[in-house]
C-alpha cells in the first residue's frame, strides 16, 4: 500500500511504526473471510481491510477520529484472526492499538460511553473492586431483562453486565498473594505463575490446578511480590499512559525474580494477557529506561501449556476416554500463534479431542468487547455455542477466562481451563466446575489403574 505521510510525521515513532505496517499490505482480502464482524454485518468498513483504509486516512492526514472511524475501530474485538490469514504479514494488532490511542487522544465521546470505559478501566484491573462489583452485580441480576428494554446504549451495556455476573463468587484463594510455593521432590526448575486481576476472583481454582500441576513435576512455582493486571484491558481502550503504568509494575516485579534467585519462565494462564505480556518488548521499545527489561520479561514469557508441554508428562494406564471440545481462544490461537499444544496435551492425557467448528471465529468475549458491543457480541456468542454444542462433549475445555465466561454463559456444558484437566488427569483433584456432576467419577478407573 503507499502512503504519504510527510518526513515530520514520521518523526513519531508511532507513525512511523504505523506506516510501515501500512506499506505492508496489498489489498487482497483474505483477511476479510476470517473477520467476525465481517462475516455478521457484511460491512467493507467492518473487516480489516476496510479499518486499515480508516486508520491510513486518519493517520496520515492527521485528523482527529471522527465518528465513523470510532464506530468502525470500535467493533473491531482484536481477535487477530486477520493475521492468521493474511499472507503479507501485515501486523494489524500494533496498527489498530496506534489507532485506538489516537481516538482516545483526539476523540470526545459521549457522556454515558466516557463513563462506562472510566468504570470499566479502574474496577476490572483491581481485583478487590471487581470482587465487589460482583456481588453488587449479582444482586441486581434480576433487573437484566428491564434494562434491555431501554433502547439506550448505557442500559444494553448494563444488562450485558449483570448477565455476565455469576450466581456465586468463589473464595479467595490462598495463593493468590505474594509466595514462593516449593517444588515436591527433586526441584527442576523454578518459574513465575502471573496471578492476574479478574481469572483469579471469578476462577481461582486455574492458578492453584497449574500450581500443583507444576509443583508434582519438580517446578518450583513464584507469585511474584507488586505484580498485578497485565494492562491489556486499558491497552485496548486506547489508555496507553494506565496499560504501560500497569505494564511497568510487572516488569519491576519479575525482573527482582529474574535477577534474584532466577526464573526460567514467566507462566501465564489467561492466553488474552499472555499475547499483551510477550509483546511488553514492543510496547515499550521507545523507552530507555525500560526498553532491554520489557525485551526480556518478554522473551521468558509462555503460556502454560507452551511449558507444561516440555515437561514430558507421563501418560494415563487407562484412558478416561472423556469427550472434551477444545476452544481455542483467539488470543491463543491468533495472538499468539499456539495452534495444537493444548489438544496435544489433552489427547496424551487420555481426553477425546475434538475442534470446534468455524474455530478461528470469536466467541465474543474480547476483554470487554461483551459489554461494549452487547449486540455483536450475543451474535458471536450464540454462533460459537451451537458450533460447540453439534460435537455433544461432556466437557468444553479453552485457555482463556474470558472465553470461559461468555461460552459458560450460554450453555449447560461444563467449561473449563486446559490446565484444570491436565491436573486433574496427573492426580489432582476434580475441577470445581465438574464438582458434584457424574463426571467427577471418570478419574477413578485411571487413578485405579495407576496404582
Known amino acids: 500500500m503507499q502512503t504519504f505521510f510527510t518526513p515530520e510525521q514520521l518523526k513519531n515513532p508511532d507513525v512511523a511504526e504505523s506506516e510501515k505496517i501500512l506499506r505492508t499490505c496489498v489489498h487482497c482480502g483474505f483477511c476479510t473471510a476470517t473477520c467476525p464482524t465481517y462475516v455478521l454485518l457484511g460491512d467493507e468498513l467492518d473487516s480489516p481491510r476496510g479499518r486499515i483504509y480508516l486508520i491510513k486516512d486518519m493517520l496520515e492526514n492527521g485528523k482527529p477520529a471522527s465518528e465513523e472511524v470510532v464506530k468502525h475501530v470500535d467493533r473491531c474485538l482484536s481477535c487477530l484472526s486477520c493475521m492468521s490469514t493474511c499472507p503479507s504479514g501485515v501486523n494489524y494488532m500494533h496498527l489498530v492499538d496506534h489507532a485506538r490511542k489516537h481516538i482516545e487522544e483526539t476523540y470526545q465521546r459521549p457522556a454515558d460511553d466516557?463513563?462506562?470505559?472510566?468504570?470499566?478501566?479502574?474496577?476490572?484491573?483491581?481485583?478487590?473492586?471487581?470482587?465487589?462489583?460482583?456481588?453488587?452485580?449479582?444482586?441486581?441480576?434480576?433487573?437484566?431483562?428491564?434494562?434491555?428494554?431501554?433502547?439506550?446504549?448505557?442500559?444494553?451495556?448494563?444488562?450485558?453486565?449483570?448477565?455476565?455476573?455469576?450466581?456465586?463468587?468463589?473464595?479467595?484463594?490462598?495463593?493468590?498473594?505474594?509466595?514462593?510455593?516449593?517444588?515436591?521432590?527433586?526441584?527442576?526448575?523454578?518459574?513465575?505463575?502471573?496471578?492476574?486481576?479478574?481469572?483469579?476472583?471469578?476462577?481461582?481454582?486455574?492458578?492453584?490446578?497449574?500450581?500443583?500441576?507444576?509443583?508434582?513435576?519438580?517446578?518450583?512455582?513464584?507469585?511474584?511480590?507488586?505484580?498485578?493486571?497485565?494492562?491489556?484491558?486499558?491497552?485496548?481502550?486506547?489508555?496507553?499512559?494506565?496499560?504501560?503504568?500497569?505494564?511497568?509494575?510487572?516488569?519491576?516485579?519479575?525482573?527482582?525474580?529474574?535477577?534474584?534467585?532466577?526464573?526460567?519462565?514467566?507462566?501465564?494462564?489467561?492466553?488474552?494477557?499472555?499475547?499483551?505480556?510477550?509483546?511488553?518488548?514492543?510496547?515499550?521499545?521507545?523507552?530507555?529506561?525500560?526498553?532491554?527489561?520489557?525485551?526480556?520479561?518478554?522473551?521468558?514469557?509462555?503460556?502454560?501449556s507452551e511449558?507444561?508441554?516440555?515437561?514430558?508428562?507421563?501418560g494415563p494406564a487407562v484412558s478416561s476416554r472423556l469427550v472434551v471440545a477444545y476452544h481455542s481462544a483467539c488470543s491463543m490461537q491468533h495472538g499468539q500463534q499456539i495452534k495444537t499444544t493444548a489438544q496435544t496435551l489433552l489427547k496424551a492425557a487420555?481426553?477425546?479431542?475434538?475442534?470446534?467448528?468455524?474455530?478461528?471465529?470469536?466467541?465474543?468475549?474480547?476483554?470487554?468487547?461483551?459489554?461494549?458491543?452487547?449486540?455483536?457480541?450475543?451474535?458471536?456468542?450464540?454462533?460459537k455455542v451451537a458450533n460447540i454444542e453439534k460435537l455433544r462433549p461432556q466437557i468444553i475445555a479453552t485457555g482463556n477466562i474470558g472465553c470461559m465466561m461468555q461460552i459458560g454463559s450460554a450453555t449447560g456444558i461444563p467449561i473449563v481451563h486446559t490446565v484444570e484437566l491436565l491436573d486433574w488427569a496427573s492426580g489432582g483433584p476434580v475441577p470445581d466446575a465438574l464438582a458434584g456432576t457424574d463426571l467427577a467419577s471418570a478419574m477413578e478407573p485411571v487413578r485405579a489403574a495407576a496404582e
Not at 502471573?194 to 481469572?199: D, I, K, L, V
Not at 461483551?370 to 449486540?375: F, H, S, V
Request: charged content about 20%; overall charge positive; proline content about 6%.
Open 114 to 304: 466516557k463513563v462506562m470505559r472510566a468504570v470499566l478501566s479502574k474496577v476490572l484491573p483491581n481485583p478487590g473492586l471487581f470482587r465487589l462489583s460482583l456481588m453488587l452485580a449479582g444482586l441486581g441480576r434480576f433487573a437484566a431483562p428491564l434494562f434491555d428494554r431501554i433502547p439506550a446504549r448505557f442500559a444494553k451495556r448494563l444488562a450485558a453486565m449483570l448477565r455476565m455476573a455469576p450466581g456465586t463468587i468463589p473464595t479467595r484463594s490462598a495463593y493468590d498473594r505474594a509466595m514462593t510455593v516449593p517444588a515436591i521432590g527433586a526441584k527442576k526448575g523454578r518459574v513465575a505463575v502471573m496471578r492476574g486481576c479478574a481469572q483469579p476472583v471469578l476462577r481461582p481454582g486455574i492458578n492453584e490446578a497449574a500450581m500443583r500441576l507444576l509443583n508434582r513435576h519438580g517446578i518450583e512455582v513464584v507469585f511474584a511480590a507488586n505484580e498485578g493486571c497485565c494492562g491489556a484491558l486499558v491497552h485496548h481502550m486506547g489508555k496507553s499512559d494506565a496499560s504501560h503504568a500497569q505494564a511497568r509494575r510487572n516488569i519491576d516485579a519479575w525482573i527482582a525474580e529474574m535477577d534474584g534467585q532466577g526464573l526460567d519462565a514467566i507462566l501465564i494462564t489467561a492466553s488474552g494477557c499472555g499475547t499483551t505480556v510477550k509483546d511488553y518488548g514492543h510496547m515499550f521499545r521507545n523507552e530507555p529506561e525500560y526498553a532491554a527489561k520489557a525485551a526480556r520479561v518478554s522473551a521468558l514469557t509462555r503460556d502454560i
Open 307 to 314: 511449558y507444561v508441554q516440555t515437561l514430558g508428562l507421563p
Open 350 to 383: 487420555g481426553f477425546v479431542v475434538k475442534d470446534v467448528p468455524e474455530g478461528h471465529l470469536c466467541c465474543g468475549s474480547a476483554g470487554i468487547y461483551n459489554i461494549l458491543q452487547p449486540e455483536i457480541a450475543g451474535q458471536l456468542k450464540a454462533r
